[in-house]
């Protein structure tokens, strides 16, 4: 069906900005299909927590913590989805994921990009 590989993490600087992508692959039509993009973290020790989400009509919600500095974008369903990071703080150390929802398949999950934020 649809498969999602993240790539962009890596070790950080407090205040860095780095990108993070995910790409979908597999049928054309599962990923048309997709209704919602979103991102995902780990950190260590603690729950998965929703980061951002943007839906194929172009609304995007953010979690409070990362308003105003983390952005999340897609312009079609066959590109990235990308996740803008900004002023990066060590709070902001997790395990990155890619979600995709749609009503043709169960959500698909990407195998996760580690950011470390550290000086």
């Known amino acids: 069906q649809v498969q999602l590989v993240e790539s962009g993490g890596g070790l950080v600087q407090p205040g860095g900005s780095p990108r993070l992508s995910c790409a979908a692959s597999g049928s054309i039509l599962h990923i048309f299909s997709i209704h919602t993009m979103a991102w995902y973290r780990q950190a260590p020790g603690k729950q998965r927590e929703l980061v951002a989400t943007?839906?194929?009509?172009?609304?995007?919600n953010y979690a409070d913590s990362v308003k105003g500095r983390f952005t999340i974008s897609r312009d079609n369903p066959k590109n990235p989805t990308y996740l803008q990071m900004n002023s990066l703080k060590p709070e902001d150390t997790a395990v990155y994921y890619c979600?995709?929802?749609?009503?043709?398949?169960?959500?698909?999950w990407g195998q996760g990009t580690l950011v470390t934020v550290s000086s």
């Open positions: 979600n995709a929802a749609s009503s043709l398949m169960s959500e698909v």
């Open positions: 943007i839906t194929s009509s172009g609304s995007i």
